[in-house]
């Protein structure tokens, strides 16, 4: 309840949440979303109860895209042991957890997928090669 509360104040704040800035004409860009929400959530509690807290909600925002960057857990344990010390691994930094998040990620972008902009980006390329396809996917908006 409280990461919906909390994004619910992320979209309707009047001085710094989503719609001000839409309605401002400006673009919003958030990491993570409800579709986090239910991938890492949904488990624990319930998969329908959070969808509806979050897709019923009328204050909660449905993106005009939804970018999911896919990335295999083993390429994704490589670059964290290839960036940071042993000593800045977080406990949930391991392949056997990435492989579960990254399935719920998939099973809850499927069951939006015929109603949501949903678009899955492999991210296994240089920074630049993933910039290009992130910028074509957003461009096909306009």
Same mark, same amino acid.
């Given at each position: 309840l409280l990461f919906t509360a909390d994004r619910i104040d992320h979209n309707v704040n009047d001085e710094d949440g989503i719609n001000m800035h839409v309605d401002k004409g400006n673009t919003v860009i958030c990491d993570r979303y409800y579709y986090s929400t239910l991938a890492y959530q949904g488990v624990d509690v319930g998969m329908e109860w959070l969808r509806s807290l979050n897709l =019923?909600? !009328? /204050? %909660?925002?449905k993106p005009d895209m939804c970018i999911f960057l896919d990335l295999a857990p083993e390429k994704s344990m490589e670059r964290i042991y290839a960036n940071r010390?042993? =000593?800045? %691994? !977080? %406990? +949930? !930094?391991t392949q056997d957890y990435l492989t579960s998040i990254r399935?719920?990620? +998939?099973?809850?972008?499927?069951?939006l997928k015929d109603s949501e902009n949903i678009v899955v980006i492999n991210? /296994?390329?240089? %920074?630049d090669e993933v910039a290009e396809k992130i910028e074509k996917a957003v461009m096909s908006l306009y």
């Open positions: =019923d909600c !009328e /204050d %909660i925002r010390s042993a =000593d800045q %691994i !977080e %406990i +949930y !930094e399935k719920r990620f +998939y099973n809850c972008l499927e069951s991210a /296994d390329g240089t %920074i």
